[in-house]
């Protein structure tokens, strides 16, 4: 079993945060990484923690129609969402939260391993046991998925991304990502819940605290985002709201 490389960030990592605490579709989360890391110059790391209602996000690589159920998202209202970053497709609702780091680095694969590796190491400073990262994007606690991430580079920065398993509806997770039919038997969420863990399991903490302690960890400064860093988050968010974009074509 792999151990977790204690790293600590080795610059001052400044937590953002929104001046009113809306609610915001994922697009808009996509664009303040964006936003973050082409225009702030408060330092060289940023880290902030986000949720959405129910949503599909997909690789900037793959084909909407393979990998999402389109017909399920619309009739049960989860939105979807293509990312710039490569990787798979994941789910995201209310009930998980969504990490975004930004830093001031070039290469990505150093840059991702030690992403992986302070997340890992952050969840065992509240308290989990047997975290680490295993293959190339996931953090595992034991033999179990508790986030996937990926990441995608900018000039001059790099933005890793994942989402954190505090709890979930399992039933959309497994019908929301185009599913095989082995998994929509009868077994499909049982199948769907040995291979992924939550950390309401592992954990007394609530959502609320387990989220305050990241952020206490991580964290060195707090920004707060003005008005006219909203208005810029919006402008890159149209980008993201583009049907060309979403579908691919």
Known sequence: MQSVIKTEPANI???????QNNPHKLS???AMEEYVAKTLNLGDDYFFMWQVEPTVIFGRNQVIENEVNLEYCKSHHI???RR????GCVYADMSN?????ITSENNVEETFKRYLQMISETL???GLENVHPSGHNDIMIGDRKVSGNAIYHLPGKIIAHGTLLYDTDMEHMLHAITPSKQKLSKHGV???RQRICLLKDFSDLSFHEIRKRIKEHLCDKVYTLNEKDEEGIKQIEQEYL????????
């Open 28 to 30: 808009f989360y996509l």
């Open 97 to 101: 939260v969504m990490l975004s780091y």
């Open 124 to 126: 065992e400073s509240i």
């Open 79 to 81: 939105n979807f969402f």
């Open 190 to 192: 049982q199948s769907v």
């Open 242 to 249: 583009q049907p060309k974009f979403i579908y691919g074509k």
């Open 84 to 87: 710039k970053s490569g990787g």
């Open 13 to 19: 990592m400044i937590y953002i945060q929104l001046a």
